[in-house]
């Protein structure tokens, strides 16, 4: 066990660390796990489709395969971070236009006061992924940019009732410890748009909003995104690269040490029959050969069998 001296920087100590289990906890990467033994190439999967496709990732120890991770690709409704992207590992600077006026998405902010009561930093013993802005039970909570509602869900352990928007310049924001979620997983919304009203559910002590910035499932400090206090974007693009997350380093918790290091690991990903499909359909679907399904899936003969999983990669 390993104490690290709390943060003494927030003015107003207003969460309490999430559990281990909460939604919360779970959003992150294990950053201690070795993620360059597995493949994140999903690019091939579902292009222009809306399939949600059921991945593992295992590593191979003492001769067996062993699951080590299992998420949905590349949408999902249940996890905050499905994408499972290391952000130091990204190697291109990318520069997101967050807004487009001439399409007339816009950006606005969260609440219409945000003074910051705890920052993103390393406090209670764990990272804090967002910002914690002040607020009084009931006021607005509004989309920062235009998007699609990605999750809407009760964390007791963590973020209480929480939103998470998709937004069409590739961030995601999340909103936590609503008193009252106000959209369903899937609505439309446009910057501005109330989507919640503000409260102090789950792991928090006071009424505040804990906003979170992320890409790819990677936090990124909201304060380098917008102007806190004076609330607003510090510009109109923001660029992507992999130092954003070098925090990561400074997150992990040393001193845990695996009993058995694996020698292998490949990602799985299944696809579940729908009366209808066919083989060669499939294999179009995924960008794969019919033989690769068979290789893949040596049990299978004659008639697909809805309901039943089959591995496409
Ligand atoms: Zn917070």
Sequence with gaps: MRYVRPDTTSIVETEE?????????????????????????????????QEIVEMSDEVLIDSSWVKVAGYYSIWDTHNINPYRVDGRRIRDTLTLRLTEPERQRFSKMPLSKTPITSGFTFRWGRWHFGVDLDLETGDSVRAAFDGVIRISKWDGGGYGNYLLVRHYNGLETLYGHLSKPLVAVGTFVRAGQVIGLGGSTGRSTGSHLHFEVRYEGNPINPTYVYNFPGYELRGDTFTITAALFNYYNQAVRRGHSHRSEPTAARQVATHKIRSGDTLSEIADRYGVRVSTLKRLNPSLRGKLQPGKKLRVK
């Design 17 to 49: 660390m999430p559990d281990a289990k909460s939604d919360a906890a779970k959003s992150v990467l294990n950053l201690s796990r070795k993620l360059s033994i597995v493949s994140e190439d999903t690019t091939s999967l579902n292009e222009g489709g």
